[in-house]
Nanobody, 120 residues
């Protein structure tokens, strides 16, 4: 069993900052790619930022220069630092991890989602 637990969402005013955290635990052998996605009402879920092991981080054009993804591999944790938040950043943010379980299976796992609301 694998669980991804997210935290850090909330209500923030435009121009403010939030830091999301996601920790993976359970029957994990190794984690390759970790990333953040978001889904706003009426919109398709989209990639926000990704951090593959052995590769370059990448960001959606809409968040470049404002968001930063980072990882603490020793803790199986990925972070998303969000600065200069805009109302259009309002969405449910989901953590994702591509990993190998201790039984040797590769799969993609999702967190439960955390609400980020940017409003005055």
């Amino acid at each position: 069993q694998v669980q991804l637990v997210e935290s850090g969402g909330g209500l923030v005013q435009p121009g403010g900052s939030l830091r999301l955290s996601c920790t993976a635990s359970g029957n994990i052998f190794s984690i390759n790619r970790m990333g953040w996605y978001r889904q706003a009402p009426g919109k398709q879920r989209e990639l926000v930022a990704a951090s593959p092991n052995g590769g370059s981080t990448n960001y959606a054009d809409s968040v470049k220069g404002r968001f930063t993804i980072s990882r603490d591999n020793a803790k199986n944790t990925v972070y998303l630092q969000m600065n200069s938040l805009k109302p259009e950043d309002t969405a449910v943010y989901y953590c994702n991890a591509d990993l190998i379980t201790t039984s040797g299976r590769w799969s993609s796992y999702w967190g439960q989602g955390t609400q980020v609301t940017v409003s005055s």
